[in-house]
């Protein structure tokens, strides 16, 4: 596996080795011994969670602010724009964004530790997207962050508006935001 840092300290693009021939293809999606020597530290994943979403859905910027999970997150089949913010206020990164393509063909995965809000926006015509979390989805700690607060920047690569939950559409600002210390 091939781990590569990204701008902001501790989030992680995650390449598994993949072997092809004319029948397809064969990958280590996920390897616990692997992965604690990838991230520095030994992960317990607790739920597995499967989206499937049409072109131009925007799905997020979701985190806990309790229970807050740490996510294992890839796409399955199409692509999408995956971002991340950082909301630990400790960090010299926070407030601060990153995106990467991930997809079906390029296999990548991102490690989202606990303390980010997560989302991202389908370019394909779909995309199924598969997230491991390292704890349980708790709906009363569920927070969603303004997907287009202009304090963050985020420049999506939109064709039109996005496709988006009532609750994403309205979500707080930044600087009214839960975040973590």
């Not at 394909?124 to 202009?150: G, I």
């Not at 999506?156 to 559409?169: I, Q, T, V, Y």
């Amino acid at each position: 596996m091939k781990v590569t840092p990204t701008a902001i300290r501790d989030v992680l693009v995650i390449e598994p080795r993949v072997f092809g021939d004319a029948r397809g293809f064969f990958l280590e999606s996920w390897n616990r011994r692997a992965f604690a020597e990838a991230i520095g530290h030994d992960v317990d994943f607790v739920q597995d969670n499967h989206s499937a979403s049409e072109r131009n859905v925007l799905r997020g910027l979701h985190y806990q602010v309790r229970q807050a999970q740490g996510k294992l997150v890839r796409s399955l089949a199409g692509e999408v724009y995956d971002v991340v913010v950082d909301l630990r206020r400790s960090s010299p990164t926070f407030g601060k964004w990153i995106g990467e393509r991930l997809s079906a063909e390029n296999h990548r995965m991102l490690w989202v530790p606990p303390g980010f809000a997560h989302g991202f926006l389908v370019l394909s015509e779909r995309a199924e997207f598969l997230y491991k979390t390292t704890d349980y989805y708790a709906p009363e700690h569920e927070r969603s962050l303004l997907w287009n607060d202009p304090a963050i920047g985020i420049e999506w690569p939109l064709a039109g508006a996005p496709l988006l939950k009532p609750r994403d559409a309205s979500g707080t600002p930044l600087a009214q935001a839960e975040t973590f210390p």
